[in-house]
């Protein structure tokens, strides 16, 4: 289950999915939807991708949308029927990594930065993989947080944030790296990996997708920075950011499979 410490809310993930909107079209492509097809979109959050879906599939098919959130899965509910796809697109509060699924009752599944939040990955890929049909296609979109740099003198600092944020501040920061491996101890056929490079120039915006406040914050707290180190490292990237020359990246990974 995701941590109250990692656990992010509707707006985070709305302002996420905006950036990572080509990385989500990709995730639909290596799906294979066609209409008239059930799709399963394991951690659903508002219902930004359910709803896309729900246009693929047209009234003929279904989606079903799991969030361990209430809230989410209400805010998913009305987007659907904002959009005249409620009727054959469905969202319910489930345990995200042992969701509690029929064998094989889905055409695809997917699931985007989902895994990051769970203790046990594992467990929700069986799961996908478990209620989708033989040669369906799983797909899973997952951030490898240990891969986010930013451009900065403070290199000590920058780089004991980035362990910090990807060892202490999620369950599975590193999730992203270990998709291929994940997929194939799963048995998945036809294995691909993608890793798409995200640019961020936009400080604040950097700030937020990353909460770098909470990190910055958790790496005082646990000794990997002084409060000195932090201060400078905020200061030169205020610096930076004024100056217009900001530029962090990391990688979001795209695993698809299917199922023998």
């Not at 695809?108 to 989708?132: C, G, N, V």
């Not at 048995?187 to 700030?207: I, K, N, Q, S, W």
């Not at 990237?237 to 217009?244: R, T, V």
Request: glycine share 10%.
């Amino acid at each position: 289950m995701p941590s109250k410490q990692s656990y992010v809310d509707r707006d985070y993930l709305q302002r996420a999915g905006q950036l990572l909107a080509p990385i989500k079209r990709r995730s639909h492509e290596l799906m294979s939807i066609q209409t008239g097809q059930r799709l399963l979109d394991l951690g659903c959050g508002p219902g930004i991708d359910t709803v896309i879906l729900g246009q693929q599939v047209g009234p003929t098919g279904s989606v079903v949308g799991i969030d361990m959130d209430p809230e989410m899965v209400e805010a998913a509910s009305t987007a659907a029927r904002l959009a005249d796809v409620g009727s054959w697109v469905s969202h319910r509060v489930d345990d995200a990594e042992r969701p509690n699924l029929g064998p094989g009752q889905f055409d695809a599944a997917r699931s985007e930065r989902l895994f990051m939040h769970l203790a046990q990955p594992e467990s929700a890929l069986r799961a996908m993989i478990d209620a989708t049909r033989s040669g369906g296609r799983v797909v899973v979109t997952d951030p490898d947080w240990g891969s986010l740099s930013i451009d900065c003198e403070e290199r000590e600092t920058e780089r004991a944030l980035a362990r910090c944020r990807a060892e202490q501040g999620l369950p599975n920061g590193y999730s992203g790296r270990r998709l291929r491996a994940m997929f194939l101890a799963a048995g998945l056929r036809d294995v691909t990996v993608e890793g798409h490079a995200v640019v961020m120039t936009d400080y604040g915006l950097t700030r937020f997708i990353t909460r770098m406040d909470a990190v910055e914050d958790l790496a005082v707290d646990t000794g990997r920075v002084s409060r000195e180190q932090l201060s400078r490292w905020r200061h030169t990237l205020h610096a930076i950011a004024e100056s217009g020359a900001f530029y962090g990246a990391t990688t979001v990974v795209v695993a698809a499979g299917r199922v023998p």
